[in-house]
């Protein structure tokens, strides 16, 4: 008979205890999986939402505020800023490319964003199916939201006032959608894993048709003139810099000699992750306690094992087993323990992940998945499986260190 054999047949007989130590071992590595999993996916997200935008300007008010709103898409804009004081801003040299935003309005809570051919190619995206807009009220969708909507090309669809709300076909009775001013769609763009999946995209000029609900915009020359005679509001300028020393002044210059902020996502998202990773530090912190707590009731039980298992271990001594087989016993059983805990501990994670991913993803439209492999996971499999061979080191070597013939006179 084997240690392993012997060790099974040990863990069998006290079930209950085998289970419950498994069981919170387990929830002590799911809970750090899945917390990991989470902000793992969230970081790569974010920075592939941010990468090409060195700063973003917008009306005053919180910096966060503005990058969420303007960048992730996730949160209410500031408010809006004049063409006309921007474009004394976005002149400057130290600007190598500024792409405007328009918000306020939603599809089936899809953000409707307009702006300008080079927010594509912020994010490297390409039209997958039909074209782009080439004048007013003509627009295309991101995958996810031809995914999500089932719309076509060719269809007409309205949107919506604000960002909460849902919009509906042209010919609906939602009294919320700018019914009057439907949507053609005429292009679906490519999957890129980035924001401009989740938005409606269209003209600066389709926003200010409708929200002026001026009919002068008749065709696409008039409108793109019209754009430039003052009077109209964006929401937000997205910047790239023209040198790297741009860093150093321009934010300062848009600050203080204009009534625009500027804010720079790569700061705001270290802020939004110090503020949130108090509360990040501690899930882990509890989950590694967790573990911690589970070790020790490994080392309990199998101390428990070795002390009712005083005679079979001498009886094995006395029918040849090794010292180094006893000790084994007790080894296989910590280990068979950790190993057990830790497979249970991944599954329960990566099912939190997906978890967590649905919730995010039906209320913010952030992908995240639990149907993916982070790097740390493989330190967490192993500071568990270790915690166990260690809880089972002291009870190992008491079974090595027991004579036979001490133990038969004890007992």
């Known amino acids: 008979m084997t240690a392993c054999t012997l060790a099974s047949a040990y863990l069998r007989e006290r079930l209950l205890a085998t289970f419950l130590n498994i069981l919170l071992l387990s929830l002590g590595v799911g809970a750090i999986i899945a917390l990991i999993l989470t902000l793992t996916q969230a970081e790569q997200r974010m920075e592939r939402d941010t990468a090409g935008i060195d700063l973003v300007i917008g009306a005053k008010g919180s910096p966060l505020q503005l990058i969420l709103s303007s960048v992730f898409q996730v949160d209410i804009p500031t408010g809006n800023i004049g063409l006309e004081e921007a474009a004394t ?36 995206a390409s039209v997958q199916s039909g074209r782009l807009w080439e004048k007013p009220l003509e627009a295309v969708v991101g995958a996810e939201v031809a995914k999500a909507t089932q719309l076509r ?41 980035t924001v401009i999946d989740r938005l409606v995209l269209t003209s600066l000029e389709s926003i200010w048709l409708i929200h002026d609900h001026n009919d ?78 589970a070790g020790l009731g490994i080392f309990i039980g199998l101390m428990n094992t070795l002390n009712d298992r005083q005679a079979d271990l001498a009886l094995l001594r006395i029918l040849g087993a090794s010292r180094s087989t006893v000790c084994l016993t007790i080894m296989a059983q910590g280990f068979a323990l950790g190993l ?18 649905f919730v ?12 993916t492999w982070a790097n740390e996971e493989w330190w967490i499999i192993a500071a568990a499986i270790g915690l166990s061979m260690i809880a089972a080191l002291f009870p190992a070597w008491r079974a090595y260190r027991d004579a036979v013939p001490e133990t038969l006179n004890r007992l």
């Open 89 to 124: 801003i976005i002149a400057l040299p130290q600007v190598k490319r500024a792409v405007p935003l328009a918000l306020g309005d939603s599809y089936k809570t899809f953000p409707i964003v307009g702006t300008t051919p080079d927010y594509l190619h912020l994010y490297a």
């Open 153 to 193: 090309v060719g269809q007409s669809f309205a949107g919506a006032h604000g960002l909460g709300t849902s919009g509906g076909l042209a010919n609906g009775n939602n009294s919320d959608a700018h019914a009057d001013h439907p949507y053609q769609l005429v292009g679906i763009l490519g999957t890129t894993g």
């Open 216 to 293: 002068e915009y008749e065709d696409t020359k008039k409108a793109t003139q019209e754009t430039h005679k003052g009077g109209h509001e964006v929401t937000a300028y997205l910047i790239e810099y023209a040198t790297p020393l741009a860093a150093a002044s321009f934010p300062r210059r848009v600050n203080a000699s204009s009534s625009m902020q500027a804010a720079a996502p790569a700061m705001e998202t270290a802020r939004l992750f110090a503020l949130i990773g108090v509360g990040i530090t501690t899930l882990k912190v509890f989950a590694a306690i967790m573990m911690v707590c």
């Open 340 to 357: 057990a805990g830790v497979i249970l501990g991944v599954a329960l994670g990566h099912a939190g992940g997906e978890w967590m991913g």
């Open 360 to 371: 995010i993803g039906k209320t913010h439209r952030i992908p995240l998945t639990g149907w």
